[in-house]
């Protein structure tokens, strides 16, 4: 669902003083490569940020950490649009449910993507963990093929339902499902497009309080 993370890292690259955006985007793609590169996603995911985090480091760890900060932050919205309390597991009912409500979120940051080839022109510039660079293009590749449709749909989305299929039988089905269950309540896409202006408030907000 790497749209929405695109388009929140354009929305601040001026403010986080960004020289090179090849740099930059390409740490925003990097944190979810771990789905392709097997590695831990505690490597990948710094639970310890905080938003100031995201002024200093090279350009690619910029990208970086406001991927994992939009995840940080989103995660409160998120979670109460579906009352979930409980740990969330892999490929559980619930994780399905929220990967559900960002499908829906990501769609929606697609389609109002103002560079909307931006993504097809992302690739890897470095390898934070040692992983196998063969690995990690791998990621790059299948978010280049999503995000290559001139019209974007869910159907835009097969080739990453098809990989989740592969690599856990069922998930890309289950996930396709519940996207579209969900897109029938249009209180509950209210909801979930409303997500993105909040965390853009409450990631300028903290940027001020520094």
């Given at each position: 669902m790497q749209a929405t993370h695109v388009r929140f890292a354009i929305e601040f690259e001026k403010e986080l003083g960004v020289l090179d955006r090849a740099e930059y985007l390409s740490g925003v793609m990097y944190s979810d490569s771990r789905y392709t590169s097997g590695i831990d996603r505690h490597l990948t995911?710094?639970?310890s940020l905080k938003i100031t985090y995201a002024l200093v480091g090279s350009d690619f760890e910029k990208g970086w950490k406001i991927h994992v900060l939009y995840d940080?932050?989103?995660h409160d919205y998120i979670f109460g649009l579906?009352?979930?309390t409980a740990k969330l597991v892999a490929?559980?009912?619930y994780w399905i449910k929220i990967s559900a409500a960002k499908f829906i979120e990501d769609l929606e940051s697609f389609k109002l993507l103002k560079e909307s080839k931006i993504i097809e022109s992302i690739s890897p510039t470095s390898t934070p963990n040692n992983e196998d660079p063969s690995k990690l293009s791998k990621w790059?590749?299948?978010q280049r093929s999503v995000y290559c449709s001139e019209i974007p749909s869910i159907e835009s989305y097969k080739p990453m339902m098809d990989w989740f299929d592969e690599d856990v039988p069922g998930a890309g089905v289950r996930w396709e499902a519940t996207t579209r269950d969900l897109e029938k309540d249009p209180e509950m896409v209210k909801n979930i497009h409303a997500m993105y202006g909040m965390i853009v408030k409450e990631f300028y907000d903290g940027l001020r309080a520094r």
């Open positions: 995911h710094d639970s940080m932050l989103e579906f009352n979930i490929f559980s009912d790059y590749d299948l």
